[in-house]
């Protein structure tokens, strides 16, 4: 009896799984490649340092690229990071279940924008929907001190948002 019921839950996981993956794909038909959303020059203005040419993070995944002031893209680095999202992501994002996480409104930017605010001093995030296709923009510095406040890089987000959101 037991062994029945985990395999039923074990089925039951990848069914979800699954359908997941399949809504995610389904939804992100039409979004473009993130790595087509910034230039390497408003990466390297955001960062204040030469970038790299943006790549995806997971090959062969067109929803998430990187732009990074090292090649290697090491964990001191300074990275930009923009994803695609679906409708659905995007909702959940400007509501989260965690209430440490502050939600700030940014007008004039796609359809709706907001900022998603950490505790602890951790980087923003600046999302942004047009029509059916979300973003999210994000500076991380690996570095301590950290060489932005969160007012500088509230600021940077402002500026790569209006970038990636006029060409969707």
């Known amino acids: 009896m037991h062994i029945r019921r985990g395999i039923i839950a074990v089925a039951i996981c990848a069914l979800l799984f699954v359908g997941t993956t399949a809504e995610r794909r389904v939804a992100m038909a ?5 790595c087509t959303l910034l230039t390497t020059a408003d990466a390297s203005t955001a960062l204040e340092a030469s970038s790299t040419a943006g790549h995806l993070l997971v090959a062969g995944s ?13 964990d ?3 990275r930009v990071v923009v994803s695609t999202h679906s409708p659905i992501a995007y909702n959940a994002a ?3 279940a965690i209430t440490t996480i502050q939600i700030e409104p940014v007008p004039g930017i796609g359809d709706d924008a907001f ?6 001093g951790q980087s923003p995030f600046i999302w942004a929907r047009k029509g059916s296709t979300a973003i999210s923009v994000r500076i991380i510095t690996g570095a301590e001190p950290k060489p932005f406040t969160q007012a500088q890089e509230k600021a ?6 209006r970038a990636v959101v006029a060409k969707l």
């Open 30 to 34: 039409g979004a473009p490649n993130a």
């Open 62 to 74: 067109p929803t998430d690229c990187v732009w990074s002031d090292d090649p290697a893209v090491g």
């Open 76 to 78: 001191t680095s300074r």
């Open 94 to 96: 400007k509501h989260p």
């Open 115 to 120: 900022y998603q605010i950490y505790p602890h």
């Open 156 to 161: 940077k987000l402002l500026v790569l948002a």
